[in-house]
C-alpha cells in the first residue's frame, strides 16, 4: 500500500497534456470561464431550494445563511484559483492531491467528485424536467413504462447536453452565455419586481423559535445528533443547517477549475474566472433571499410543502405573469446548471482515465479535441439515474462530497507551498497558512451540519471506491508503471 503515496509531480502533470491522442483543445478565456461559473452556480439553488429552505428550516435568516455559505466558498474559492493557476491541468481537486497527498488521496478525492457531479447532474435533470411541465403546462415530463415511471423529461435534457459537449467546449460555452443571459435577467427581474411587494412584518420573527424534531432523528444535522439538541428546524441550529443546505446553491465555481487546461491562458484566466463568478452570484442570491422572505411570510413557503419556489411568492401575491416567468428562466438556468456538470464530470473522469486508475481507452480524444467516449459514457449513465431513479435528498451527497474537496485542496495549498515554494503561481492566496485552515474549518463546520443519513450514505460510497482501487487502479496506474520501468533500466 505504500506505493499508493507516491505523488505525480507538477511537471509531470502538465507533460501528459501534450501527449497524443488524448490532448484537449485550449480555446477558453477568462470571460468563457465565468460564463461557466454563472452557468453552474444560478440554477437549481436560486430557484427551487431558496424558497424550500426558508419555509423549512431557517425563516427569514436565510439570507444569512447564504452569507455563511458565501465565505466558506470564498474562502476556498482562492486555494482552488492558486491551485489550478500552479497546475493547469484538467482534473481539478483530484489532480491537485495527486500531486501533494499521493495517488491514493487523488483516487479518493475523484471518486468523490464522481459522486458530486453525477449525482447533481440528476438532481437538476429532474428538476428541469419539472419546470417544463410548468412552463408548457402540462404536468411533468414523465411517462408510465411499464414498472417504471420514465423522466422523459429529464432523458431529453441529458441528450441535449452530451451532444454539445461532444461538439466542443467552446460551443457549449457559447450555449451556456446565451442561456445565462436570460436567467440572469430573469433573476433581476425577480429582485427588482420583488422588491415592491416586500412587506417589513414578514421578516419578523427573522430567526424563528427552534422546533422539536426529536433527538437521534438521522434527518437531523450531525451537529444537533451530536449535542443532543431536539432537532435542526428553525432557531440557530436551522440556520446552521440551512446555510449546509443552501451551499447547494453555491456548487459550481470549482467546475471551472476542471477546464483549466482547456485555457489560453490559465494562470491569468482561471483565478478570474473563479473568483468573477463567486463574486456575482453571491450578490444575487443575497438581494433574492432577502426580496423572496419579504413578499412572503415563511409559513406561507412552508405550507407550500415540496413545490415552494420563487414562483410562489409571485402567485402568493397575485403576480401571476411573473410566475410565468420566472419558471421560463428556471427552465433556462437549469439548462447550463446541466452542462456544466456534465462537463466537470468528464473531466474529471478524463484526468483518472488517462494516468490510468480508470481503463485508459476511455481517455482517447475526438476530432473536435474532446473525451467524447467519456461524454457519452457520462451522459448514458446520468440518463438512466435521472429517468428512471427517484433522487430524493440526494440533494446533501452532493454537497458533503464538494465539501470534503474543499477541505483537501485548501490543505494542499498548505502543502504544496511548503513542498514546492519554487513552483510558479499565476495567483497566490494571501495570509497563508491562515486563510486556508479557516477554509478547513469553515467547510468541516458546514459537514458538521448535514444529516447523519448522509454521512452514512457518503461513509459507503467511499468504501466502494477503496474497494475499486485496490482491485483496478492501483495495479494499472501510469505513474506506477513509470517507476517500475526507471527501475529496470
Not at 473522469?349 to 486508475?357: I, K, N, Y
Not at 490543505?411 to 519554487?422: E, F, S
Amino acid at each position: 500500500m505504500a506505493m499508493a503515496w507516491r505523488t505525480k509531480s507538477v511537471e509531470q502533470s502538465i507533460a501528459d497534456t501534450d501527449e497524443p491522442g488524448t490532448r484537449l483543445h485550449k480555446d477558453l478565456n477568462w470571460w468563457d470561464l465565468t460564463v461557466f461559473g454563472v452557468s453552474v452556480v444560478i440554477g437549481a439553488g436560486i430557484f427551487t431550494i431558496t424558497a424550500s429552505t426558508a419555509g423549512n428550516i431557517t425563516g427569514p435568516a436565510i439570507a444569512v445563511s447564504f452569507v455563511i455559505a458565501a465565505i466558506a466558498c470564498g474562502l476556498a474559492a482562492l486555494c482552488y484559483a492558486e491551485f489550478a493557476s500552479t497546475v493547469p491541468v484538467a482534473g481539478s481537486a483530484y489532480t491537485f492531491s495527486y500531486a501533494t497527498f499521493g495517488e491514493f488521496i487523488a483516487w479518493i478525492i475523484g471518486w468523490d467528485l464522481i459522486l458530486e457531479f453525477a449525482v447533481a447532474a440528476a438532481v437538476v435533470a429532474k428538476g428541469w424536467s419539472s419546470y417544463l411541465g410548468t412552463v408548457f403546462e402540462f404536468g411533468g415530463g414523465t411517462a408510465q413504462l411499464g414498472p417504471l415511471q420514465l423522466d422523459w423529461g429529464a432523458l431529453l435534457i441529458i441528450a441535449f447536453v452530451t451532444t454539445i459537449l461532444a461538439l466542443g467546449t467552446k460551443l457549449s460555452a457559447g450555449v451556456s452565455l446565451v442561456i445565462t443571459v436570460i436567467k440572469v435577467s430573469v433573476v433581476l427581474l425577480v429582485v427588482a419586481v420583488g422588491a415592491f411587494y416586500i412587506k417589513p412584518e414578514n421578516y419578523t420573527p427573522f430567526i424563528p423559535p427552534a422546533e422539536p424534531g426529536g433527538a437521534g432523528n438521522s434527518e437531523q444535522s450531525l451537529l444537533s445528533l451530536l449535542t443532543g439538541a431536539e432537532g435542526s428546524t428553525y432557531g440557530w441550529f436551522g440556520l446552521l443547517a440551512g446555510a449546509s443546505i443552501v451551499f447547494f446553491a453555491f456548487i459550481g465555481f470549482d467546475i471551472v477549475a476542471t477546464t483549466a487546461e482547456e485555457t489560453k491562458n490559465p494562470q491569468r484566466d482561471v483565478p478570474r474566472g473563479i473568483l468573477g463568478a463567486l463574486a456575482i452570484v453571491t450578490v444575487l442570491y443575497i438581494a433574492v433571499a432577502v426580496v423572496l422572505t419579504g413578499m412572503v411570510h415563511y409559513t406561507q413557503l412552508r405550507d407550500a410543502g415540496e413545490d415552494a419556489n420563487l414562483a410562489t411568492a409571485f402567485s402568493e401575491n397575485g403576480v401571476h405573469w411573473a410566475a410565468k416567468v420566472i419558471s421560463i428562466g428556471a427552465l433556462a438556468g437549469l439548462t447550463t446548471v446541466v452542462i456544466v456538470l456534465v462537463l466537470g464530470q468528464t473531466r474529471v473522469l478524463f484526468a483518472m482515465c488517462r494516468d490510468g486508475l480508470l481503463p485508459r481507452v476511455m481517455a482517447k480524444t475526438g476530432s473536435h479535441g474532446t473525451p467524447v467516449r467519456i461524454t457519452v459514457l457520462v451522459g448514458v449513465l446520468v440518463a438512466v439515474a435521472a429517468s428512471v431513479f427517484p433522487m430524493g435528498k440526494l440533494e446533501e451527497m452532493v454537497n458533503i462530497g464538494t465539501l470534503f474537496a474543499f477541505v483537501l485542496v485548501s490543505a494542499g495549498v498548505i502543502v504544496l507551498r511548503r513542498t514546492r515554494p519554487d513552483i510558479r503561481r499565476g495567483f497566490r492566496v494571501p495570509l497563508v497558512p491562515v486563510l486556508p485552515i479557516a477554509a478547513i474549518l469553515a467547510c468541516l463546520w458546514l459537514m458538521l451540519n448535514l444529516t447523519g443519513l448522509t454521512w452514512i450514505r457518503f461513509l459507503v460510497w467511499m468504501v466502494i471506491g477503496i474497494a475499486i482501487y485496490l482491485m483496478y487502479g492501483r495495479s494499472h496506474s501510469m505513474l506506477a508503471r513509470r517507476e517500475v520501468a526507471a527501475m529496470e533500466k
